[in-house]
């Protein structure tokens, strides 16, 4: 044993190599997304940009984090962290219930519109949070606490869209409110 560790330090996985496929994957799907949006047509504009400027913004922040976990690999990567408040190790159920939202958001986002798909995204992947950290999914009446509060995050930012950046967003009425 190095007089240095501890030996709780020295029991601890090494999540480097996959810490470094993680940034190597951002890295090579940022690629991707570039490639695509710069074969998108520039004849047609949102809000004064035109359609690849988020494909291309995102392809940008995606690449900027997977270099940086490639960045941190070299440093010592996740090991030098402390270790997590919650379960030891990578809980699926947790993993299981923010995928669900996620998809369900991509999947109900034309048919309920943005505000509702999104407070729908946002209560399971709290829900999904807050089991990773070893707490329970919540009861009925935090759900519709979960549910208020991705609707009060979710409106004004398709007000913001709809209103001030002139994006057009799906909404559950003909008017597009909702």
């Known amino acids: 044993m ?7 330090q020295q029991e601890r996985p090494d999540h480097r190599p996959g810490q470094l496929a993680m940034g190597i994957a951002a890295v090579v799907v940022a690629a991707l997304l570039a490639y695509g949006a710069a ?3 520039s004849d047609a504009g949102y809000a004064g940009v035109g359609p690849d400027f988020l494909p291309w913004l995102v392809a940008g922040a995606l690449g900027l984090c997977g270099v940086m976990l490639i960045l941190e690999v070299r440093s010592g990567g996740y090991r030098n962290m402390e270790e997590p408040s919650g379960a030891p190790r990578g809980d699926w159920h947790a993993l299981a219930w923010v995928s669900a939202g996620i998809l369900g958001n991509a999947a109900l986002i034309t048919t309920i519109g943005f505000v509702l798909s999104c407070a729908l ?15 329970s999914g919540g009861n009925a009446m935090q759900a519709v606490r979960d549910v208020v509060t991705g609707v009060v995050i979710a ?14 967003l799906p909404g559950l009425t003909g008017t597009g409110w909702i």
């Open 2 to 8: 190095n007089a240095d560790t501890t030996p709780a």
């Open 39 to 41: 074969h998108i047509p």
């Open 155 to 168: 409106a004004p930012t398709y007000w913001l869209f709809t209103k001030f950046l002139a994006v057009n």
């Open 121 to 135: 995204c946002y209560t399971l992947a709290v829900r999904g949070l807050r089991i990773s950290e070893g707490k």
